[in-house]
Nanobody, 118 residues
């Protein structure tokens, strides 16, 4: 399985950005997909996950509703819509995938940098 993330870039505070992650390989439609991020000087943290059936879970710090995870199984693509971003959202965002019921991520994308300026 390979994951290709894209959509990062520079955005001003208050703006929006949509990240995409295309999965390729066998049975990718059955995988749980997720987005994680690592901000400068901070530990990596989970943002959100989405099951093959569209069930979403957001990490505690991301219950604010500004970020929305979704997936298009026909395109083997998972998205992270980021709205009303602020400079604290500056980070490298990673997409990841794992088999159902596994706790650890099995596959990782290369990361895409999001820079939010004030």
């Amino acid at each position: 399985v390979q994951l290709q993330a894209s959509g990062g870039g520079s955005v001003q505070a208050g703006g929006s950005l949509r990240l995409s992650c295309v999965a390729s390989g066998p049975s990718v439609g059955n995988l749980v997909m997720g987005w994680l991020r690592r901000a400068p000087g901070k530990e990596r943290e989970s943002v959100a996950t989405i099951g093959w059936d569209g069930e979403t879970k957001y990490a505690t710090n991301f219950l604010h509703g500004r970020f929305i995870i979704s997936r298009d199984n026909a395109r083997n693509t998972v998205y992270l819509q980021m709205n009303n971003v602020n400079p604290e959202d500056t980070a490298v965002y990673y997409c990841a995938a794992r088999a159902y019921l596994r706790r650890e991520w099995d596959y990782w994308g290369q990361g895409t940098l999001v820079t939010v300026s004030s």
